[in-house]
């Protein structure tokens, strides 16, 4: 059974970088895509980009630029840093794996609140 | 970039209804269409992709139709579970986008 175990601060000052890794259990970092998604307060779903093979990732337009998805395949762990962070980027965010079957499964959800 | 359109925002239904969602793509995404319940509190969960392939262990009062540019998640008959915010996604190569979500309320 795969299993995605999220980690990472709840609060992050504005104008720093929003750090948060996720831990898989059950698969190989190396064998497949995997996304962060977040949803802000009272908004919908927003995918932020995808790691795959390891090494590659894509991001979304509007988070290309200040989103970098990447991993320790030793630890089987990746990671996303979001820099700059204001207001707008307080959500919960999520990781998950990122098949031609669909998002399956996700983290838990970390909820993080940019504030000073 | 290929939007999402989905439609209604908001869904007020009873147990028992038949309620469909509907979600239009931008532009053609063939088959590559996923569905997902969102319940505060919990991660979402897949409920079908390939547009209408049912994930295993969902009920089967769930059915995603749809091809193209239009697509379509059904409940049959709507249980007390079901009240959530449900999201379209389409995932074609090297994109991926949600809906802006549907609200099923009482």
């Given at each position: 059974?795969?299993?995605?175990?999220?980690?990472?601060?709840?609060?992050?000052?504005?104008?720093?970088?929003?750090?948060?890794?996720?831990?898989?259990s059950g698969?190989?970092?190396?064998?497949?895509?995997?996304?962060?998604?977040?949803?802000?307060?009272?908004?919908?779903?927003?995918?932020?980009?995808?790691?795959?093979?390891?090494?590659?990732?894509?991001?979304?337009?509007?988070?290309?630029?200040?989103?970098?998805?990447?991993?320790?395949?030793?630890?089987?762990?990746?990671?996303?840093?979001?820099?700059?962070?204001?207001?707008?980027?307080?959500?919960i965010y999520?990781?998950?794996?990122?098949?031609?079957?669909?998002?399956?499964?996700?983290?838990?959800?970390?909820?993080?609140?940019?504030?000073? | 970039?290929?939007?999402?359109?989905?439609?209604?925002?908001?869904?007020?239904?009873?147990?028992?209804?038949?309620?469909?969602?509907?979600?239009?793509?931008?532009?053609?995404?063939?088959?590559?269409?996923?569905?997902?319940?969102?319940?505060?509190?919990?991660?979402?969960?897949?409920?079908?992709?390939?547009?209408?392939?049912?994930?295993?262990?969902?009920?089967?009062?769930?059915?995603?139709?749809?091809?193209?540019?239009?697509?379509?998640?059904?409940?049959?008959?709507?249980?007390?579970?079901?009240?959530?915010?449900y999201y379209?996604?389409?995932?074609?190569?090297?994109?991926?986008?949600?809906?802006?979500?549907?609200?099923?309320?009482?």
């Amino acid at each position: 059974q795969v299993q995605l175990q999220q980690s990472g601060p709840g609060l992050v000052k504005p104008s720093e970088t929003l750090s948060l890794s996720c831990t898989v259990s059950g698969d190989s970092i190396g064998a497949s895509y995997w996304s962060w998604v977040r949803q802000p307060p009272g908004k919908g779903l927003e995918w932020i980009g995808y790691l795959f093979y390891s090494t590659a990732t894509t991001y979304s337009p509007s988070f290309r630029g200040r989103a970098t998805i990447s991993a320790d395949t030793s630890k089987n762990r990746f990671f996303l840093n979001l820099t700059s962070v204001t207001a707008a980027d307080t959500a919960i965010y999520y990781c998950a794996r990122d098949r031609d079957t669909g998002l399956d499964p996700w983290g838990q959800g970390t909820l993080v609140t940019v504030s000073s | 970039d290929i939007q999402m359109t989905q439609s209604p925002s908001t869904l007020s239904a009873s147990v028992g209804d038949r309620v469909s969602i509907t979600c239009r793509a931008s532009q053609s995404i063939g088959d590559w269409m996923a569905w997902y319940q969102h319940k505060p509190g919990k991660a979402p969960k897949l409920l079908i992709y390939r547009a209408s392939t049912l994930q295993s262990g969902v009920p089967s009062r769930f059915s995603g139709v749809g091809s193209g540019t239009d697509f379509t998640l059904t409940i049959s008959s709507l249980q007390p579970d079901d009240f959530a915010t449900y999201y379209c996604q389409r995932y074609t190569s090297f994109s991926r986008t949600f809906g802006q979500g549907t609200k099923v309320e009482i």
